[in-house]
């Protein structure tokens, strides 16, 4: 099934332009950060802020609404459906994804997203597991509410 998924969005990525999106300074990958790595910022600033680092992710659209995302802690396939847009072409979406640790799945995402002018802000909840190359293993699970914070130019998808 991973290799599947790499295929698809190999094919999808070389068939049509790809354009950056935004950098998300909070991540929708699995909701670590805020919730265990944060509360700790006092005793361990400089983890924190290493931590920080990690989760921050480059995104990049994809065409019919997908999205490539690639931090350094993981990766990510999302898509985002319109639920109501603005004049500029953006507005709320509800959001899905994939995520990877080197191509291996270790977690999901659902939720919403807001976007307007270069702010995207998004909440929802992350389904993950500590699954690595190392231990394959996915029999614990789970769920964090997470938050999202991005910044990215304001173009509308398609444009």
């Known amino acids: 099934m991973p290799l599947m998924l790499s295929v698809v969005a190999a094919s999808v990525t070389l068939a049509a332009p790809v354009r950056f999106d935004r950098v998300d300074l909070l991540s929708e990958d699995a909701g670590t950060f805020l919730h265990y790595d944060m509360p700790l910022a006092g005793a361990y600033t400089p983890e924190v802020a290493l931590s920080f680092l990690q ?32 004049q500029e072409g953006r507005g709320l979406v509800w959001t899905t994804s994939l995520h990877t640790r080197l191509l ?6 659902a939720g919403l997203a807001w976007r ?13 597991t500590a699954a690595t190359w190392a231990r394959p293993d996915w029999k614990q699970w789970r769920v964090l509410p997470v938050l999202a914070v991005g910044i990215g130019a304001n173009v509308a998808p398609g444009m």
Do not use: D, I, T
């Open 55 to 86: 989760q921050v992710k480059v995104v990049a659209a994809l065409p019919a609404g997908l999205y490539a995302g690639v931090s350094y802690a993981s990766q990510s396939l999302s898509y985002e459906g319109m639920l109501w847009r603005s």
């Open 104 to 109: 291996l799945p270790y977690g999901a995402h």
């Open 116 to 128: 307007v002018g270069p702010l995207r802000v998004g909440g929802g909840a992350s389904l993950s």
